[in-house]
């Protein structure tokens, strides 16, 4: 799936870069998230992985984010300010975002979670 910022500010390299960098980050806190003792199926997290692509329509180069297509309802279970959405149907994700600010030492916390889920696994994406 490609997709684009809906603002035009925000369609710059910079900023697909900078999300890119951002999911990476989310990327690799699922994978540590998994290794820990005691995870089993039913708190299984994965972070779909985005890319960046860049297309020269002959005046100017317009960027995208480009997303694996994932089947499913799509949820949104945090937003950025910190509101939760479904919080005792979506524990594992909540308790997935307290982990990355206590593993990272404060230094920062998975918000705007959103994505898929069945019975065995949430599917982080955008």
Known sequence: ??????EEKHRSKREYLGELETNGV???LAKEWMK???RHKKQMVTAIES???KINDGEKDIWYH????????????????GKTFSPRENRTILEFAKWTYI??????????LQG???EDEYFLTD
């Open 103 to 112: 593993w990272t030492d404060g230094f920062l916390i998975a918000t705007d």
């Open 51 to 53: 890319r960046a692509l």
């Open 116 to 118: 898929t889920h069945n």
């Open 1 to 6: 799936m490609a997709k684009m910022f809906l």
């Open 36 to 38: 820990g003792p005691g």
């Open 66 to 81: 480009l997303e694996e297509v994932i089947d499913g309802h799509f949820d949104k279970w945090t937003d950025n300010s």
């Open 26 to 28: 989310l990327v690799f």
